[in-house]
């Protein structure tokens, strides 16, 4: 590294403002800077010998920034793009003087490298004038396979919006967008041969009765192919099989063992319907699919997903039970594997080299096929001992409260510390919680930090200030940031019983954003905590530059007669769930279809008894508790909850016991009332209720066996 110890040696004993260093991310191999400059203006692009198309993006950039000289007569200086065989594949040489720049290259690619290395090095002076500093670099990357993965399915993404993030990708030379294409809750590709895909499989229908969805045509796939391509990035597809395929079971019913109709997930998570591997039928559409696709795509790869394949549809399927005996496999594990190999020689006759999820290795992989490790350093070592080439990954969906920039700096794409069959790595976005307003606060700065790994094999010195200013263009553009190792927003309303007001709390990621609140006609902002005097539904919303970020937090509070009243509750809820095992569940604020949200209280395996003081003897006409259904999460409807009443506490009366006709079938989430009417108004100070767990797991569900949960909350008493 003789010229890096130089640039060194040089910013010691001569002024800063021309020698400091310049904000290249990733950073070179070698840099030395030189005195003097070379002014972006009447500048000319000359294309050497076999280099076509080599400028053509330099010299849009040129224009935008009117640099570029009219007609012969003015022009100054000289860009000139030669070719240079001894910069390999993807290097190349920058040489920049007063009165030229020389870019040295082997290949479109090589130049496309350079090209951006010049974008960036673009720096203005006191007058506003823009110029290269004299300068040399030598150039070229580490990793082969630089990418990042975006969840399409879960949140959509439009057109404009890829084009504008595949721009910032080009400009950090990462040279992979993998487009996670279909999954349980969108299907996201026009398929011409089987039009429901779109129209039913791309729109799923939320809990609050609105529609969500969209869809890229062929046309539009072209075009983001075309767009990333003229960056240098190849786009390779994923379409989720044999798992992972509820929106296009919805579409045609057939597709899935039991041949049911279900609808488009709304919720997140592994589901059990899969693509029936058993039938020909499912092979004849998975095949006119690819046969679609394929040619929409030049990247020599293909993703066919893999990953989180439960087997108890297969297992209880007749079809895919006589696969197996005819096949001779022993069991629906190597089914999987039968499935992918069946996919991956589909795929080889077409010409594409298949890509799964580290799952595929379930069973046995043909070595041919390329790994994509999400499981951890086993998975990575399993790949090797098969002789897989493997793209590691650094899931970006991770809050940066919990996946600090510093982790970021720590990854290493190795496998104990040894780079064999690493193709690269990709830091994939998965879209459950993100979307475009706020996908941003999980890629920057961090995929500054990651293509600086997988381009120059390491994270030098100095990448926080190198990635100031590219952080500070972003925002500029409208994309927010992680300025912190922070959650974009966080809030919380507890219940004061000394004054029956709540207070809402909320935490911001950055200092330069606000909340919104609004319940009923009355609005506002606020930065820290907002008191709420009334019930009703109130609406936090994180904005910043005046943009929503997020969808709002909704939060119901419900007027009723046991507010505030006194719980006795055994036994005591779990601590991981909710946050006020004292006043939860009289605290007037109702649980969300988030069994996270802090405001379910929940027991396992047991029969909560829950006790209310409500202070003095009350007329009661109603008692009602709300309970939670979310079935992957275990968390099931108690079979029934009787309520009793008592005017002393100690002699009791049974009013009723409510049921419900709510299957286990159904995954929820669902908020279901149990209802205990009185048939004439009851005086009385006490309220009992015991919630009746509805036992174990049945036997289809993953966690067969093992005791399920009861969320309540929250009692009320009318
Ligand atoms: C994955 O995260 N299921 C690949
Ligand atoms: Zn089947």
Same mark, same amino acid.
């Given at each position: 590294?003789?010229?890096?110890?130089?640039?060194?040696?040089?910013?010691?004993?001569?002024?800063?403002?021309?020698?400091?260093?310049?904000?290249?991310?990733?950073?070179?191999?070698?840099?030395?800077?030189?005195?003097?400059?070379?002014?972006?203006?009447?500048?000319?692009?000359?294309?050497?010998?076999?280099?076509?198309?080599?400028?053509?993006?330099?010299?849009?950039?040129?224009?935008?920034?009117?640099?570029?000289?009219?007609?012969?007569?003015?022009?100054?200086?000289?860009?000139?793009?030669?070719?240079?065989?001894?910069?390999?594949?993807?290097?190349?040489?920058? *040489?920049?003087?007063?009165?030229?720049?020389?870019?040295? !290259?082997?290949?479109?690619?090589?130049?496309?490298?350079?090209?951006?290395?010049?974008?960036?090095?673009?720096?203005?002076?006191?007058?506003? *004038?823009?110029?290269?500093?004299?300068?040399?670099?030598?150039?070229?990357?580490?990793?082969?396979?630089?990418?990042?993965?975006?969840?399409?399915?879960?949140?959509?993404?439009?057109?404009?919006?890829?084009?504008?993030?595949?721009?910032?990708?080009?400009?950090?030379?990462?040279?992979?967008?993998?487009?996670?294409?279909?999954?349980?809750?969108?299907?996201?590709?026009?398929?011409?041969?089987?039009?429901?895909?779109?129209?039913?499989?791309?729109?799923?229908?939320?809990?609050?009765?609105?529609?969500?969805?969209?869809?890229? *045509?062929?046309?539009?796939?072209?075009?983001?192919?075309?767009?990333?391509?003229?960056?240098?990035?190849?786009?390779?597809?994923?379409?989720?099989?044999?798992?992972?395929?509820?929106?296009?079971?919805?579409?045609?019913?057939?597709?899935?063992?039991?041949?049911?109709? %279900?609808?488009? !997930?709304? *919720?997140?998570?592994?589901?059990?319907?899969?693509?029936?591997?058993?039938?020909?039928?499912?092979?004849?559409?998975?095949?006119?699919?690819?046969?679609?696709?394929?040619?929409?795509?030049?990247?020599?790869?293909?993703?066919?997903?893999?990953?989180?394949?439960?087997?108890?549809?297969?297992?209880?399927?007749?079809?895919?039970?006589?696969?197996?005996?005819?096949?001779?496999?022993?069991?629906?594990?190597?089914?999987?594997?039968?499935?992918?190999?069946?996919?991956?020689?589909?795929?080889?006759?077409?010409?594409?080299?298949?890509?799964?999820?580290?799952?595929?290795?379930?069973?046995?992989?043909?070595?041919?096929?390329?790994?994509?490790?999400?499981?951890?350093?086993?998975?990575?070592?399993?790949?090797?001992?098969?002789?897989?080439?493997?793209?590691?990954?650094?899931?970006?969906?991770?809050?940066?409260?919990?996946?600090?920039?510093?982790?970021?700096?720590?990854?290493?794409?190795?496998?104990?510390?040894?780079? @064999?069959?690493?193709?690269?790595?990709?830091?994939?976005?998965?879209?459950?919680?993100?979307?475009?307003?706020?996908?941003?606060?999980?890629?920057?700065?961090?995929?500054?930090?990651?293509?600086?790994?997988?381009?120059?094999?390491?994270?030098?010195?100095?990448?926080?200030? @190198?990635?100031?200013?590219? %952080?500070?263009?972003?925002?500029?553009?409208?994309? %927010?940031?992680?300025? !912190?190792?922070?959650?974009?927003?966080?809030?919380?309303?507890?219940?004061?019983?000394?004054?029956?007001?709540?207070?809402?709390?909320?935490?911001?990621?950055?200092?330069?954003?606000?909340?919104?609140?609004?319940?009923?006609?009355?609005?506002?902002?606020?930065?820290?905590?907002?008191?709420?005097?009334?019930?009703?539904?109130?609406?936090?919303?994180?904005?910043?530059?005046?943009?929503?970020?997020?969808?709002?937090?909704?939060?119901?509070?419900?007027?009723?007669?046991?507010?505030?009243?006194?719980?006795?509750?055994?036994?005591?809820?779990?601590?991981?769930?909710?946050?006020?095992?004292?006043?939860?569940?009289?605290?007037?604020?109702?649980?969300?279809?988030?069994?996270?949200?802090?405001?379910?209280?929940?027991?396992?395996?047991?029969?909560?008894?829950?006790?209310?003081?409500?202070?003095?003897?009350?007329?009661?006409?109603?008692?009602?508790?709300?309970?939670?259904?979310?079935?992957?999460?275990?968390?099931?409807?108690?079979?029934?909850?009787?309520?009793?009443?008592?005017?002393?506490?100690?002699?009791?009366?049974?009013?009723?016991?409510?049921?419900?006709?709510?299957?286990?079938?159904?995954?929820?989430?669902?908020?279901?009332?149990?209802? !205990?009417?009185?048939?004439?108004?009851?005086?009385?100070?006490?309220?009992?209720?015991?919630?009746?767990?509805?036992?174990?797991?049945?036997?289809?569900?993953?966690?067969?066996?093992?005791?399920?949960?009861?969320?309540?909350?929250?009692?009320?008493?009318?």
């Amino acid at each position: 590294m003789p010229f890096r110890r130089l640039l060194t040696g040089i910013v010691c004993c001569l002024p800063i403002v021309l020698f400091a260093q310049p904000a290249l991310v990733p950073w070179p191999t070698a840099i030395e800077l030189k005195e003097g400059i070379f002014p972006l203006k009447q500048v000319s692009v000359i294309e050497g010998e076999g280099a076509q198309g080599w400028g053509r993006m330099l010299r849009s950039d040129l224009v935008a920034n009117d640099a570029l000289a009219r007609n012969q007569d003015e022009i100054l200086h000289s860009v000139r793009f030669q070719r240079d065989t001894a910069q390999g594949e993807k290097g190349y040489a920058i *040489t920049v003087e007063r009165d030229r720049v020389t870019i040295d !290259a082997a290949t479109r690619q090589g130049a496309l490298n350079a090209t951006q290395t010049l974008r960036q090095l673009a720096t203005k002076d006191s007058t506003g *004038t823009r110029h290269w500093p004299c300068v040399r670099i030598q150039d070229a990357p580490a990793f082969a396979w630089r990418g990042t993965m975006l969840d399409v399915s879960r949140h959509f993404y439009p057109v404009d919006f890829l084009k504008r993030y595949i721009d910032v990708l080009a400009s950090l030379k990462m040279n992979i967008f993998h487009w996670h294409l279909t999954d349980d809750q969108g299907w996201r590709v026009e398929v011409k041969k089987y039009p429901r895909l779109t129209e039913v499989g791309a729109w799923r229908t939320e809990a609050d009765g609105s529609r969500y969805g969209g869809f890229y *045509t062929q046309q539009e796939v072209k075009e983001v192919v075309a767009y990333a391509e003229a960056r240098g990035i190849t786009v390779v597809p994923e379409i989720e099989f044999p798992g992972h395929c509820t929106a296009a079971i919805a579409a045609y019913p057939w597709l899935g063992c039991r041949q049911d109709t %279900i609808a488009v !997930a709304t *919720t997140w998570g592994v589901f059990h319907d899969v693509y029936c591997v058993g039938r020909e039928s499912t092979w004849t559409f998975f095949q006119n699919v690819l046969d679609e696709l394929i040619p929409l795509f030049p990247s020599p790869w293909f993703h066919i997903g893999g990953d989180e394949v439960p087997k108890d549809r297969w297992q209880a399927c007749p079809d895919c039970q006589a696969r197996m005996k005819k096949e001779g496999l022993a069991d629906e594990h190597g089914m999987q594997a039968w499935a992918v190999q069946r996919l991956q020689k589909y795929l080889a006759k077409q010409g594409k080299r298949m890509i799964g999820w580290d799952e595929v290795l379930e069973g046995g992989l043909d070595s041919t096929a390329i790994v994509e490790v999400w499981r951890g350093d086993d998975e990575a070592r399993k790949a090797r001992a098969n002789g897989n080439a493997m793209i590691r990954t650094i899931y970006f969906d991770a809050s940066p409260a919990n996946l600090t920039l510093d982790k970021v700096k720590a990854f290493d794409p190795r496998v104990d510390g040894d780079a @064999r069959g690493i193709l690269g790595a990709e830091c994939p976005v998965w879209s459950e919680r993100i979307d475009p307003r706020s996908i941003g606060w999980y890629v920057f700065p961090r995929i500054q930090v990651f293509a600086e790994r997988m381009w120059s094999g390491e994270v030098h010195d100095g990448i926080d200030a @190198r990635i100031a200013p590219h %952080i500070a263009r972003l925002e500029h553009e409208g994309w %927010i940031t992680a300025t !912190a190792d922070k959650d974009l927003f966080r809030s919380a309303v507890r219940f004061d019983p000394g004054t029956r007001t709540w207070r809402a709390t909320a935490a911001c990621g950055r200092p330069d954003m606000q909340v919104q609140w609004a319940m009923g006609k009355d609005s506002g902002v606020f930065v820290d905590s907002l008191v709420v005097q009334q019930t009703g539904t109130l609406r936090l919303t994180p904005v910043w530059n005046g943009n929503a970020v997020q969808d709002p937090t909704v939060i119901t509070i419900t007027p009723n007669k046991a507010l505030g009243a006194k719980q006795e509750v055994s036994p005591l809820p779990s601590e991981k769930y909710g946050r006020d095992p004292l006043q939860g569940l009289t605290d007037g604020l109702l649980g969300t279809a988030s069994y996270g949200d802090g405001l379910w209280q929940g027991w396992q395996g047991v029969d909560p008894v829950v006790i209310i003081d409500l202070d003095s003897v009350r007329t009661i006409r109603e008692l009602s508790i709300r309970c939670l259904q979310q079935v992957p999460a275990w968390i099931v409807l108690p079979t029934s909850i009787s309520f009793e009443t008592s005017p002393d506490g100690k002699a009791w009366t049974m009013l009723a016991t409510a049921t419900h006709q709510v299957p286990i079938e159904e995954a929820g989430p669902l908020v279901h009332d149990f209802i !205990a009417h009185a048939r004439t108004p009851i005086k009385a100070r006490y309220v009992r209720a015991v919630l009746h767990n509805s036992g174990k797991l049945p036997a289809w569900h993953l966690g067969a066996g093992g005791d399920s949960w009861i969320f309540a909350d929250e009692v009320i008493v009318r």
